[in-house]
């Protein structure tokens, strides 16, 4: 089985990935995705190729060009903690991607595989970002909707969460590995920033036959999730955020939940919360 959990890399520069998802890597098909932590004037380029890709500037600020086009200033918010939402560039497939840091900068590039080529890149402002809180007690979390089903796109869907100390998250567990009239297949992954960094996050993988994975992702660790349900747990004493990219055969999120959680679900079977616009 694919290792579920990818440790990022501390000595990475720059212009090195700090961690790197593959579809060969992963075992699957879709899902992309990479980090970078760069200094001023770092500069990374990556050819979105047969792939819909999508930058996300997590942390600082950087300059973004796709075949030409630049998006000047992209990103302004200190910390992945802090209550603003982040930007982001998306870019169809076949394009060239320039991102330069123009302070201490972490940003995310997600991938799909795309069979669409049309389309122009563009920016996705913070105000273009909705929020949702979401769950209540000890299972509320806040969650930015950076990409998701209300934008265009092929394949991609992007959140990110910040699950507060002593929370659950991606609960009542479900999963999304099957396609059916009621769920659909996406491929998933989990990258994870704690605070303080020094403490981790706790998330299970599992399905009903053969897979069952506890996992202990720290600061800048990834976790895969190809199948299975998949809660996150953030020990008291910490702040978890983890930024999620899917990707599947469609591009709508239909989920199932695991019925022996049947008595903590949502009458309706409902999870998300109410949607509002906000910075």
Same mark, same amino acid.
């Given at each position: 089985?694919?290792?579920?959990?990818?440790?990022?890399?501390?000595?990475?520069?720059?212009?090195?990935?700090?961690?790197?998802?593959?579809?060969?890597?992963?075992?699957?098909?879709?899902? /992309?995705?990479?980090?970078?932590?760069?200094?001023?004037?770092?500069?990374?380029?990556?050819?979105?190729?047969?792939?819909?890709? &999508?930058?996300?500037?997590?942390?600082?600020?950087?300059?973004?060009?796709?075949?030409?086009?630049?998006?000047?200033?992209?990103?302004?918010?200190?910390?992945?903690?802090?209550?603003?939402?982040?930007?982001?560039?998306?870019?169809?497939?076949?394009?060239?991607?320039?991102?330069?840091?123009?302070?201490?900068?972490?940003?995310?590039?997600?991938?799909?595989?795309?069979?669409?080529?049309?389309?122009?890149?563009?920016?996705?402002?913070?105000?273009?970002?909705?929020?949702?809180?979401?769950?209540?007690?000890?299972?509320?979390?806040?969650?930015?909707?950076?990409?998701?089903?209300?934008?265009?796109?092929?394949?991609?869907?992007?959140?990110?969460?910040?699950?507060?100390?002593?929370?659950?998250?991606?609960?009542?567990?479900?999963?999304?590995?099957?396609?059916?009239?009621?769920?659909?297949?996406?491929?998933?992954?989990?990258?994870?920033?704690?605070?303080?960094?020094?403490?981790?996050?706790?998330?299970? =993988?599992?399905?009903?036959?053969?897979?069952?994975?506890?996992? &202990?992702?720290?600061?800048?660790?990834?976790?895969?999730?190809?199948?299975?349900?998949?809660?996150?747990?953030?020990?008291?004493?910490?702040?978890?955020?983890?930024?999620?990219?899917?990707?599947?055969?469609?591009?709508?999120?239909?989920?199932?939940?695991?019925?022996?959680?049947?008595? =903590?679900?949502?009458?309706? /079977?409902?999870?998300?919360?109410?949607?509002?616009?906000?910075?």
């Amino acid at each position: 089985m694919t290792e579920l959990l990818v440790h990022a890399n501390s000595q990475a520069t720059g212009t090195s990935p700090i961690v790197r998802v593959t579809p060969e890597s992963a075992g699957w098909t879709y899902v /992309g995705f990479e980090v970078y932590r760069s200094n001023p004037s770092d500069t990374v380029t990556v050819s979105s190729e047969d792939r819909e890709t &999508t930058v996300i500037v997590l942390e600082g600020t950087c300059d973004i060009s796709v075949d030409g086009t630049v998006f000047s200033d992209v990103g302004s918010r200190s910390s992945v903690f802090s209550d603003e939402s982040p930007e982001a560039i998306y870019s169809p497939p076949g394009r060239v991607i320039r991102i330069q840091a123009k302070t201490q900068t972490e940003f995310a590039i997600a991938t799909s595989s795309s069979d669409t080529f049309d389309g122009q890149a563009r920016r996705i402002g913070s105000g273009d970002i909705p929020y949702e809180r979401r769950g209540s007690g000890s299972t509320e979390r806040y969650i930015r909707h950076i990409l998701d089903e209300h934008h265009e796109a092929v394949k991609l869907l992007l959140v990110e969460v910040v699950t507060p100390s002593g929370n659950w998250s991606s609960y009542p567990p479900h999963k999304h590995d099957e396609e059916s009239s009621v769920e659909a297949y996406l491929e998933e992954t989990y990258y994870y920033r704690i605070n303080p960094p020094h403490g981790q996050a706790l998330q299970r =993988v599992y399905d009903k036959s053969e897979l069952n994975a506890v996992l &202990t992702p720290s600061d800048g660790d990834v976790v895969i999730v190809p199948r299975g349900y998949h809660p996150v747990s953030c020990p008291p004493g910490f702040t978890t955020y983890y930024l999620n990219v899917m990707a599947g055969h469609h591009r709508v999120w239909k989920y199932q939940l695991d019925e022996d959680y049947a008595h =903590v679900a949502p009458k309706d /079977g409902n999870i998300m919360g109410q949607l509002e616009f906000k910075k």
